[in-house]
Nanobody
Framework: QVQLVESGGDLVQVGGSLRLSCKAS????????MGWYRQFPGNQRELVAS???????HYADSVKGRFTISRDSAKNTASLQMNSMKAEDKADYYC?????????????WGQGTKVTVSA
């Protein structure tokens, strides 16, 4: 069973930095892409950043230039470095992995980690 476990959520001040980490574990054959999503109360999850197996990255416009996603394929981990944080970055952040356990790839989600940004 695939598990994604996030860590790093915390309280940070506006303008500060925070680093989120995610580790995939369990029986799987391949991770195609990993990403970070966030969810505001009452809203759907939205993509923050993603990184493919080839290292190509994609960012939401709201975080471009401030957030950086990285990945260590050997360790099955992904990280999100968040700099110059804004009050509107406050949300629950979820790690996502497009993971193949046998034949097909499936979306897998972590349990989420809370990020709070104070003025």
């Amino acid at each position: 069973q695939v598990q994604l476990v996030e860590s790093g959520g915390d309280l940070v001040q506006v303008g500060g930095s925070l680093r989120l980490s995610c580790k995939a574990s369990g029986g799987f054959l391949e991770i195609r892409s990993m990403g970070w999503y966030r969810q505001f109360p009452g809203n759907q999850r939205e993509l923050v950043a993603s990184i493919g197996s080839d290292g190509n990255t994609h960012y939401a416009d709201s975080v471009k230039g401030r957030f950086t996603i990285s990945r260590d394929s050997a360790k099955n981990t992904a990280s999100l470095q968040m700099n110059s944080m804004k009050a509107e970055d406050k949300a629950d952040y979820y790690c996502n992995g497009d993971i193949r356990t046998w034949v097909l790839f499936n979306d897998n989600w972590g349990q989420g980690t809370k990020v709070t940004v104070s003025a």
